[in-house]
Each structure stands twice: as C-alpha cells, then as structure tokens.
C-alpha cells in the first residue's frame, strides 16, 4: 500500500505534522502554566486594580509611541535600584535583577501611585524584554 507519491511528499507531511505538533504542546504549555497559578502573580491588590487598569492600559513605549507598553500581565509596580549608572529592576517571579535599557524610562508623563512601574516579559529562558519602566517620587 502505497500512501504518499514520492519522498519529498512524505518529507512535506512529515515536517508539517511536527509543527503541528509542537504549536499544540506550546498551547498545552501556556495552558498549564496559567491552570496552575501562574496568574496569580499578575494579579494587583484589590485597592490598585482601577488605578493600575486606567496608567497601563494608556502607557505607551517611550521609544516608540505607536506601541502599547504592555496587559495588565506584564506591568507591576517593583523595586528598582542604580549601580554605577546602569537601572535594575527586581523581578517579582523570582527575585533576580534585571537591566532596564535607559530607552526604556518614561520621561513624558508621571506615574499613577508614586511606586517604580515595570513592563517585561520573558521571552524564552533568562530572556526578558523590557517594554517600559518609569521611577516612582523619591526614587
């Protein structure tokens, strides 16, 4: 029984069931990471919810205005700190400290709480992104 016409069909089917394949199980990932709690980390306290929904819902990137900083998933007020002229911000998933390139800083509109705000995301690893941060009053 002969199913496939030539090799390079076979090969063709082959390549496209394995990425097929591979989407799925990156959907069946993210599909268990948010089940098992993950959220939980993005969510505010009760009393900055509506406060932290208006600033990030309109906070644009500073070094490019067309684009969105970020969802209510990848902003959160956290620690920032300078060393030798270089900002860090420290990252609520697991306490490691980040660079914040310094294109990155608002400069063109205040903060909605006094407390440093950072937009990131993981994307892949030790890889992180930096979309937007911004200094809180007395930093």
């Known amino acids: 029984m002969k199913f496939f016409r030539s090799a390079t069909e076979a ?7 394995a990425v097929v394949f591979v989407t799925l199980l990156g959907w069946a990932c993210v599909g268990l990471r948010v089940a098992g709690g993950a959220e939980l ?12 929904e208006r600033f990030y819902n309109t906070w644009m ?17 956290a ?3 300078n060393e030798g002229g270089t900002w ?5 998933e697991d306490g490691e400290w980040m660079v914040i ?15 440093n705000h950072i937009c990131a995301r993981a ?3 030790d890889v ?10 007395g930093t």
């Open 11 to 17: 090969i063709n089917v082959a390549i496209v069931a």
């Open 41 to 52: 980390h993005h969510r505010h306290p009760q009393q900055d919810t509506l406060i932290h």
């Open 61 to 77: 990137r500073p070094d490019d205005r067309s684009l969105s900083c970020c969802d209510l998933q990848d902003c959160y007020p």
């Open 79 to 81: 620690e920032f700190k």
């Open 88 to 92: 860090f911000f420290k990252r609520r």
């Open 101 to 115: 390139p310094a294109s990155k800083f608002e400069n063109e509109r205040d903060n909605p709480d006094g407390r």
């Open 123 to 125: 994307v892949g690893g």
């Open 128 to 137: 992180w992104l930096v979309f937007c941060a911004i200094l809180g009053h």
